[in-house]
């Protein structure tokens, strides 16, 4: 070995170019080497499609559930007449159901009790209240939200009963 070698072993000592193949500039040995790591993937459009699809199926069904479910209250109301029945039930959800007995007048103002009124309750306070109304004569006017569905935490009914007054 030489002087000029004496710290290279020889695997490390660099190749002796050829003579017939043109000198390789530095910008082509870095490309050349930048294809060794790089995997080239090739472009799936129809994965890109599908999920973009998938996503939006997700997120209407998610945007109809919370529309339908969680915020549709179509109007809040009054209702006049006589609490008939307020009771508990339910296996797993507990909840107030109750009844009102409407009244309608007649022409010579004679109270006439026309149909029953069916309601859930959400509040215990209001439900216990009204239970103590219960078929005692009083009429009561009732202030309710009604929804698109009923919810089993909620109650059976589509109206729930919010709060009441004594008339």
Known sequence: MSEDNDYFDEEYAPEEKKKNEPAESTDEKELRELEK?????????????????????VAGAALWVWMYFWVPVVSEQEQVGYVDEVRCEGRIFKTFEGRLLTVGMLYDSVPDITREFSFSIDNDSVARDLMRLQKTGRRVAVTFKEYDTSLPWRGNSTRVVMKFEER
């Open 37 to 57: 790591v790089t995997i080239n993937v090739k472009f799936n459009w129809l994965r890109i499609v599908a999920a973009v699809v998938c996503v939006l199926i």
